[in-house]
């Protein structure tokens, strides 16, 4: 292959914060960012060379965007994947990942269904649709997760469900049709962020340490706190889960780790992720980076640790939605060993993701991963979106 710069133009469907850290990656490679998001100043705006204003699933805007670039990928799952193969077919333009795998992983259930006929590890999970027969599989299953089998992200559309009586109201509160999934007393949540290439090439990011409360994501640990053999499961699950993926690009690979040591996957996002965050500051070459060399066939940068790494998230916590104002930056500025990432969103709302730090040693630091996360934590929490 040849590449000569200044390079071809990338078009993303979705303008919000993978966007913008995608196209703050790649613009000191030559390459073009054109974005299509319904909001008018998107967060990637200011980082891409233009914007399409129009809904993901908008006809006329995505044949806007695929008649103006030279590939098409997307950093949000409500792309819709039969445009974006029409729009790929007339316009010549390559779309990776590949809309089909897209189309797998939008339905949670047929996402499952897909692992397993794969022989790859998942939890129990079976589709439910009545109350009734949520009730029985509770009882069943000692206690599921409830999760809508479309849209749902940061804790939206999951739903602990350990009482039969509570069955009702938990699938009106996901919206009926649903999958329930055994509900799992694991050891810890770990993610791998895994890359497709040309040719098949396939490489993984260390295995990552994820911490979440009420089911958002609060803190990455990178690499995670696990056991040797725990660590070498998980990287080769997923090498099988990018093994049954078609196109590429970087795929976020959301684990559990069990009391007895077994890996089983829990969701994937054919995209960059949040559990990679760590990479910008933590890796030879960010996620963001290697997702576009991937997505145009360039070759694939290096994906080793250059250092340990906590990454702690910026989530909004006011009561009400407001204008955006990130208070108490000053004392992540001030540290030597923190780089702050914000995100260009305009509103807080509450516990919205609004940015995030990233914790690496200092010069005389000896990378304890305990440490980084009270430093991480103890520099997040210094700031706040309150104005009291």
């Known amino acids: 292959m040849s590449i000569t710069l200044p390079g071809p133009t990338r078009g993303v469907v979705g303008g919000g914060q993978l966007g913008r850290m995608m196209g703050e990656a790649v613009a000191r490679l030559g390459v073009e960012v054109v974005v299509l998001d319904p909001t008018p100043e998107c967060?990637?705006?200011?980082?891409?060379?233009?914007?399409?204003?129009?809904?993901?699933d908008d006809p006329d805007a995505v044949h806007e965007l695929a008649s103006r670039v030279d590939a098409l990928t997307f950093e949000i799952e409500l792309a819709d994947p039969e445009l974006l193969a029409e729009v790929s077919s007339e316009y010549d333009v390559p779309v990776q990942p590949d809309p089909a795998t897209l189309e797998t992983i939008q339905d949670k259930l047929v996402q499952k269904e897909a692992l397993a006929d794969a022989g790859i590890p998942v939890p129990e999970f079976v589709a439910v649709a009545t109350a009734e027969g949520l009730e029985r599989v509770v009882e069943e299953f000692g206690g599921v997760m409830l999760k809508a089998r479309e849209g749902g992200y940061d804790g939206r559309g999951n739903v602990?469900?350990?009482?039969?009586?509570?069955?009702?109201?938990?699938?009106?509160?996901?919206?009926?049709?649903?999958?329930?999934?055994e509900l799992l007393d694991f050891e810890r949540e770990i993610a791998v962020?895994?890359?497709k290439g040309a040719d098949g090439e396939t490489r993984t990011y260390p295995v990552t340490e994820t911490l979440h409360r009420e089911e958002i994501l609060r803190e990455s640990v990178a690499p995670a706190r696990a056991d040797d053999a725990v660590v070498a499961e998980a990287e080769s699950v997923a090498r099988d889960v990018l093994e049954s993926l078609d196109g590429r690009g970087v795929y976020g690979i959301e684990l559990f780790e069990t009391r007895d040591g077994e890996v089983l996957v829990n969701e994937i996002a054919p995209r960059p992720h949040n559990s990679g965050h760590w990479t910008i500051e933590g890796a030879r070459t960010s996620q963001f980076e290697n997702h576009v060399r991937a997505v145009l066939g360039w070759p694939l940068g290096p994906t080793d640790l250059v250092a340990p790494a906590v990454t702690a998230n910026a989530l909004g916590d006011v009561d009400e939605t407001g204008p955006a104002t990130f208070r108490g930056a000053e004392s992540v500025f001030a540290a030597p060993d923190a780089d702050l990432h914000w995100y260009g969103k305009d509103d807080v709302r509450p516990l919205r993701k609004m940015g995030h730090l990233t914790v690496t040693p200092g010069d005389e630091a000896d990378g304890d991963r305990d440490a980084l996360l009270s430093r991480a934590r103890e520099l997040r929490d210094a700031t706040t979106f309150r104005g009291d």
């Open 43 to 56: 967060p990637a705006a200011p980082v891409a060379s233009d914007q399409v204003v129009g809904d993901f």
């Open 160 to 181: 602990p469900v350990e009482d039969p009586a509570d069955a009702a109201d938990a699938l009106e509160e996901v919206g009926g049709n649903a999958m329930a999934e």
């Open 193 to 195: 962020m895994g890359l």
